[in-house]
């Protein structure tokens, strides 16, 4: 096989691995899904950056959750889901470490301002991993 007939091979090869996202910048896609959607006061839509299954962990401030239903169930009781309750969230101090092709971690702070003005802020850490859907969150660890 000719020099240029293995370049083109090697390259179409590798051309599915160069279209991958890398881990860091998904993780903070992830985190820009999820604070449009809330803004929006799209709880549905916040809720799609979790992985949709009864082995997600949440980690409150006060309260350890075990599946996605229970977390969306929290998210309602002491949020609302609709934009005239939900507020304005927003992070700052975002750190994403890459832990291997298809898992990351990330951590930061979130800060929330309620529609009477009351401001929430806090900090997070999210573990996240790639599925065949997207990228999801995994563990939620906020306080």
Avoid at 20 to 36: E, G, I, K, S
Avoid at 118 to 140: A, M, N, V
Wanted: glycine letters at 6%; charged letters at 20%; hydrophobic letters at 40%.
């Amino acid at each position: 096989m000719s020099p240029r007939r293995c370049l083109l091979v090697l390259c179409l090869l590798l051309l599915p691995l160069a279209a991958q996202t890398p881990p860091t910048a998904a993780v903070r896609h992830v985190l820009d899904l999820q604070r449009d959607a809330w803004n929006r006061g799209d709880l549905n839509a916040f809720m799609q950056t979790y992985w949709h299954s009864p082995d997600l962990v949440f980690f409150g401030a006060k309260d350890e959750l075990r599946g996605w239903q229970a977390a969306l169930d929290r998210y309602r009781r002491v949020y609302g889901s609709d934009k005239a309750h939900m507020g304005h969230l927003d992070f700052s101090n975002l750190t994403v470490l890459p832990l291997g092709k298809d898992a990351a971690t990330c951590w930061g702070h979130w800060h929330l301002t309620l529609p009477d003005g009351t401001k929430k802020e806090g900090l997070f850490t999210l573990i996240l991993r790639h599925f065949p859907q997207g990228w999801r969150i995994i563990h939620d660890h906020s306080s």
